[in-house]
């Protein structure tokens, strides 16, 4: 799988074309603890680049747990670590979540991309806006 790996750089560079190529056009997106309303890839694109493009931010994906279930589909979950400073004076906390990414992916032209996620943290932390620093 190449499709979560290249996710974590996209998110921290803010490469939305590239996050944009990792999904299919009729991904199938499961986040609950989202409350943009987000439930299709453009949602999900404005969504992240309102919350990110001004904050700091790293995003981890390890220890993958992948299943080829045809030639053509495969299903896998990643070991999660994001955390996210917006900047000084943003309506958004701090946030700094532990979990996993459950996703669903196929092939098609020699590209494996995400046709369902789910991410779901484990542990969830989040700070007022004005009680951190950027560094």
Known sequence: MVTLPA???????????????LFTDDVVLEIAESSSGVGTKTQ??????????????????????IEITSETTATDVWAMFDSVTPPAGSE?????????????????GGQW?????????IKRETTPPHEHSRW
Do not use: Q
């Open 44 to 65: 999900l694109l404005t969504a992240l680049r309102k919350r990110l493009n001004s904050a700091i931010s790293v995003h981890h994906g390890h220890m993958p747990e």
């Open 92 to 108: 958004y906390p701090v946030l700094t979540g532990f979990g996993h990414h459950h996703e669903e992916c196929r092939l098609k």
């Open 7 to 21: 996710g974590p750089t996209a998110l921290a560079a803010h490469d939305w074309e590239l996050f944009a190529g």
């Open 113 to 121: 991309r995400i046709s369902r996620l789910e991410p779901t943290r």
